[in-house]
């Protein structure tokens, strides 16, 4: 008797900005890029967030509620890659942190704001117990490329875009060529490629339109990165960076790329639930429900 396979869900969420209070922050900390930061939340882009807590609550009942097997973070905890705020940010995602090995994540560029001694590793350091590699042996800078595989038909292969952007006009990313080429390997491994793949980093290799993001703003190596997905024999590329919840087509590739968008920022709220069955994809958007003071699926 053939042994009946349950269907994966899982919640696809991005760009929450948890923040503190900018009065809290130390004065040694606005002699860089955060002073730029820190006025544009002062002058108002913070209010945008101002309910971060309520709906990271809203997205825990929603996960309990609905089933969810994998739980992927396309990066921006924070918003200006404080200590403070990765160790909140941290604290208030904590339950969908369980179990571990169900939860895979990158960091955003707001996560890693700046240059500073220990910039790369507070990420790592708050985030640790969800950083574990099942295919250790393709780490190749840092935690990067991390794979997780998830039942017998899933793959996650995660890759760092995000780096320290010290000019205040510039905020793209970068994925380092050696993290690229072996994403050639890790695509061609018989313990992969079989799978339903899902490829995952914070910034998106193309616009809602289908177009390049803005060179000061978006992943720089994003036609180079694309053209190493062509390798997918069936999955999806995952990102966060833009703040709004949508799916493209790129052509020349089977994998259709899906932006989170923001799961918090008033107005935007969304992130994706996606149901593999037979190495299959069904993705759904959620959204937030202003008077029910929840998530909703799109109807």
């Keep these: 008797m053939s042994k009946v396979k ?17 009065r809290h922050m130390a004065w040694k900390k606005w002699f860089s890029k955060r002073a730029i930061g820190a006025i544009n939340l002062v002058r108002g882009r913070a209010k945008y967030f101002d309910d971060a807590e309520k709906k990271i609550a809203a997205l825990i009942r929603f996960k309990e509620e609905n089933n969810i097997d994998l739980v992927i973070h396309t990066g921006d905890y924070t918003a200006l890659g404080l200590e403070s705020e990765l160790k909140l940010a941290k604290e208030l995602v904590s339950p969908l942190m369980k179990p571990p090995q169900r939860y895979v994540t990158v960091p955003g560029n707001h996560d890693i704001y700046v240059h500073e001694a220990n910039s790369h590793y507070r990420f790592s350091e708050q985030f640790c117990s969800v950083l574990q590699n099942d295919l250790p042996e393709y780490c190749r800078g840092g935690h990067w490329p991390l794979i997780r595989l998830v039942g017998d038909d899933v793959a996650v292969v995660a890759l760092n875009s995000s780096r320290p952007n010290p000019w205040p006009w510039r905020s793209n990313g970068y994925i380092p060529q050696v993290q690229l080429d072996t994403l050639d390997e ?8 079989e799978r339903y793949v899902f490829v995952i980093t914070h910034y998106a290799p193309r616009l809602e339109n289908g177009n390049p993001d803005r060179k000061l703003h978006g992943l720089i ?37 899906y932006c989170a968008g923001s799961a918090t920022m008033e107005g935007h709220e969304g992130f994706w639930v996606y149901e593999v069955e037979d190495r299959k994809l069904n993705a759904t958007p959620v959204h937030w429900d202003e008077a029910q003071a929840c998530y909703a699926y799109q109807k």
């Excluded at 349950?6 to 209070?21: A, C, E, M, P, Y």
């Excluded at 997905?229 to 590329?237: L, N, Q, S, W, Y």
Aim: proline share 0%.
């Design 186 to 193: 890790i695509l061609q491994d018989s313990r992969v490629k």
């Design 6 to 22: 349950k269907t994966l869900r899982i919640l696809h969420f991005s760009d929450i900005h948890v923040g503190v209070q900018v």
């Design 221 to 257: 190596n994003a036609d180079v990165f694309l053209e190493k997905c062509k390798a997918m024999r069936r999955g999806a590329i995952l990102c966060g960076h833009i703040h709004k919840t949508y799916q493209v087509k790129v052509e020349g590739l089977s994998a259709d790329i």
